[in-house]
């Protein structure tokens, strides 16, 4: 059973950079039909999808975030990492990573793509 | 990006209730919808993918239904461990999103 778990400040300042780290255990991040993603949560509000990488380090993001978002992979360490840059209050929220399988087939031969996997979340603030 | 929009916002109800959630998007996806529960300061789970198959695991009670645009989940018979938020999720386009989630709250 693979297990994520994010690591990293609690606590940014306005403008300055937040930079969260997933460590994947119980299974290679490598390979695989899996996209490694990070969700966030705003207090009390829905999901937002902020975006992937694939182990190749081909990644993807919400065009919402703009620039502002950097993923990457280090497969060595089996781990990913978020970089959103420039901050505000509106960056404060729950911070997910997760395993989206890309690729899933069930019994029956439906296809699909499903987040099978999630970290328990780590609070980020961004306050002065 | 496709735009989740999901009805009601939050919903109360009694245990043995039967209830619906609704999720709608704004343009087809087929049936790239996936249902999440998530219960409080927990991360969410997947109960339900290709809009109504069950992941293994999760009570018969929940079903899905829905291709295109429009899509519910329905829980039959509720249970006390069935109070929680749902969220719908598109995979169809490379931005995935989410509906705003919908709370079911014990009445």
Known sequence: ?128 | DIQMTQSPSSLSASVGDRVTITCRASESISIYLNWYQQKPGKPPKLLIYAASRLQSGVPSRFSGRGAGTDFTLTISNLQPEDFATYHCQQSYSNTRTFGQGTKLELK
Request: hydrophobic share 25%.
């Open chain 1, 1 to 128: 059973q693979v297990h994520l778990q994010e690591s990293g400040p609690g606590l940014v300042k306005p403008s300055q950079t937040l930079s969260l780290i997933c460590t994947v255990s119980g299974g290679s991040i490598s390979g695989g039909t899996y996209s490694w993603t990070w969700i966030r949560q705003h207090p009390g509000k829905g999901l937002e999808w902020i975006g992937y990488t694939y182990s190749s380090g081909n990644t993807d993001h919400n065009p919402s975030l703009k620039s502002r978002v950097t993923i990457s992979v280090d497969t060595s360490q089996n781990q990913f990492t978020l970089r959103l840059s420039s901050v505000t209050a509106a960056d404060t929220a729950m911070y997910y990573c997760a395993r989206e399988v890309k690729n899933y087939y069930d019994s029956s031969g439906y296809y699909a793509r499903i987040i099978d996997q999630w970290g328990q979340g780590t609070p980020v603030t961004v306050s002065s």
